[in-house]
């Protein structure tokens, strides 16, 4: 059972003394949490003696943090309340009563702090610390469980001093052998989270459970792992979704999947080595919410080229096909039919990393040449007819200069490519972009520090993110794809980690 200590800082129940500790493989070690408003929650009381307007000034009274602080004993605090605010003998008591019985725990919250326990290898401790006389924890104490899941709890009348005074930090820090810089702190009074940062620890301000457990998930867990479970867990299943909620089964999505991962056993390609050297967006079955007839695509084409073994025929085949598909200024079209000659530059990029990696990059530099116009002019933040994110571009355009650093006739491109990337680090927060210019970030050697904790925040609970990569011209309907969005993330988010070594 635990013990209350009443005069030194010690813990209310504790299974841990040591030395400071420090982060494990980079992440923090130790989680100090609120009580009311975080692990458990109160609810208001209508007809309790005391309006709920009143009973919360009582709640910030200079009488009642003294007692919290175990400065005033109960008794001496209740009377002054009761003379000061005119109340009814016995008011005070009652209406505490009440509020007590209305006590709820965040089952949740309590749930995914657990399982952050039971897969840290015994390298997470979690703290309580609160600001409760010893009356009111000995109350909330008996009314509700999960309290397993706590290694140590301090309560404000066990330390002698209340959030958010420096001193209730320190004392708790150094009587649980903690080190600052390797703990999280989680409150939902934004204050306490100032406090609590401003001594050394991270803070996490609690004001939705779902986005604080996604954020602990982010602290504690290895983002990158958990991707790749969620990825294995759902292998060949990973399909496209529109922003309409319809499932579209294409290959473009499926081939950069595959792109990003290298893993053959996450995904279904229909198409290996067609005679054609063209690959088609939608071989699995009828084209969804688009035409009736969808040509073979150059940009299906040339991811297909940059990532599966194509025979050296095929390719050049493939490349030759391409050439015949170029509008007057050097640019290539989206379809290998004449007589839909849609125009969006951005698939150029992916048609020059086609042809450098074959050694043609010489007969694309029209194409090279409209690459750096448009990046010198900012023209591709407008996106593209289906390209709705300008990173796309960032990234496509990364590529082709990572892969080919003795390509003189690039060095313009990679200077123009560099600052626009400074510049838009940071810009959206959306998986998709967000993940582009990361990937993009570390194909240039550019630490993005701004994208890569945007990312860290947006994975799921479930270890997946979620974003749109690309449009329908004519509906402008979004396609987008948990399993190539969590494929991106763990791609860039490993890069990231590399270059900051």
């Known amino acids: 059972m635990?013990?209350?200590?009443?005069?030194?800082?010690?813990?209310i129940f504790q299974s841990y003394h040591g030395t400071p500790e420090g982060s494990v493989n980079g992440r923090p070690t130790a989680l100090i949490l609120d009580i009311g408003g975080v692990f458990c929650n109160f609810s208001a009381v209508p007809d309790a003696p005391i309006p709920t307007k009143v009973f919360k000034r009582i709640l910030e009274s200079s009488e009642w943090h003294s007692l919290e602080a175990g400065k005033a004993t109960q008794s001496e605090v209740f009377r002054a309340l009761t003379k000061r605010f005119a109340l009814a003998d016995g008011a005070l008591q009652?209406?505490?009563?009440?509020?007590?019985?209305?006590?709820?725990?965040?089952?949740?919250?309590?749930?995914?702090?657990?399982?952050?326990?039971?897969?840290?290898?015994?390298?997470?401790?979690?703290?309580?610390?609160?600001?409760?006389?010893?009356?009111s924890f000995n109350i909330v104490r008996s009314k509700i469980g999960g309290w397993d899941i706590f290694d140590d709890v301090y309560t404000s009348a066990s330390l002698g001093v209340r959030k958010p005074e420096q001193?209730?930090?320190?004392?708790?820090?150094?009587?649980?052998?903690?080190?600052?810089?390797s703990t999280v702190f989680v409150d939902d009074r934004p204050e306490n989270v100032i406090c609590a940062q401003c001594s050394g620890?991270?803070?996490?301000?609690?004001?939705?459970?779902?986005?604080?457990?996604?954020?602990?998930?982010?602290?504690?867990?290895?983002?990158?792992?958990?991707?790749?479970?969620?990825?294995?867990?759902?292998?060949?299943?990973?399909?496209?979704?529109s922003n309409t909620g319809i499932e579209i089964r294409e290959q473009f999505q499926q081939l950069l999947l595959l792109h990003w991962t290298n893993d053959w056993g996450l995904v279904d390609i229909a198409q290996l080595n067609p005679p054609s050297g063209q690959?088609?967006?939608?071989?699995?079955?009828?084209?969804?919410l688009t035409t009736e007839v969808f040509p073979d695509d150059l940009d299906t084409t040339s991811i297909a080229l940059l990532t599966l073994d194509v025979d050296?025929?095929?390719?050049?085949?493939?490349?030759?096909?391409?050439?015949?598909?170029?509008?007057?200024?050097?640019?290539?079209?989206?379809?290998?039919?004449?007589?839909?000659?849609?125009?969006?530059?951005?698939?150029?990029?992916?048609?020059?990393?086609?042809?450098?990696?074959?050694?043609?990059?010489?007969?694309?530099?029209?194409?090279?040449?409209?690459?750096?116009?448009?990046?010198?002019?900012?023209?591709?933040?407008?996106?593209?007819?289906?390209?709705?994110?300008?990173?796309?571009?960032?990234?496509?355009l990364s590529e082709l200069c990572s892969k080919n650093p003795n390509a003189s006739e690039l060095d313009i491109l990679r200077d123009l490519?560099?600052?626009?990337?400074r510049d838009r680090m940071g810009s959206t927060n959306d998986a998709s972009s967000v993940g582009l210019r990361l990937l993009a970030s570390n194909n240039m050697r550019l630490t993005n520090t701004l994208d890569r904790r945007v990312l860290l925040d947006l994975q799921r609970s479930d270890g997946s993110w979620m974003g749109y990569l690309y449009r329908y011209g004519f509906s402008g309907i979004l396609i987008g794809s948990e399993g190539a969005i969590t494929a991106l993330a763990v791609k860039a988010l490993q890069g990231a980690h590399r270059d900051s070594q």
């Open 312 to 396: 050296v025929d095929v390719k050049h085949k493939a490349m030759d096909n391409i050439l015949q598909f170029l509008n007057p200024d050097g640019l290539a079209y989206c379809y290998f039919d004449p007589g839909r000659p849609r125009l969006d530059p951005f698939i150029s990029a992916n048609v020059l990393r086609v042809f450098y990696a074959s050694g043609r990059g010489n007969q694309l530099q029209p194409a090279l040449h409209f690459m750096e116009d448009m990046l010198r002019t900012g023209a591709f933040e407008h996106g593209t007819r289906y390209y709705h994110l300008p990173d796309f571009l960032l990234y496509y």
């Open 279 to 288: 690959w088609n967006c939608f071989p699995y079955g009828p084209p969804v």
């Open 167 to 181: 001193g209730f930090f320190d004392r708790a820090l150094k009587d649980a052998g903690l080190n600052a810089k």
């Open 201 to 241: 620890m991270q803070g996490v301000l609690f004001d939705n459970t779902d986005r604080v457990i996604q954020k602990l998930n982010s602290l504690f867990g290895d983002p990158v792992e958990r991707g790749k479970s969620w990825l294995r867990a759902h292998a060949k299943g990973m399909w496209c979704i």
């Open 417 to 421: 490519l560099c600052q626009r990337l």
């Open 94 to 135: 009652h209406t505490i009563q009440l509020a007590s019985s209305t006590l709820t725990l965040n089952q949740d919250f309590v749930a995914a702090v657990r399982n952050l326990k039971e897969n840290s290898d015994g390298q997470l401790r979690v703290i309580a610390a609160t600001n409760m006389s010893t009356e």
């Open 2 to 11: 635990a013990k209350l200590h009443h005069s030194s800082p010690t813990p």
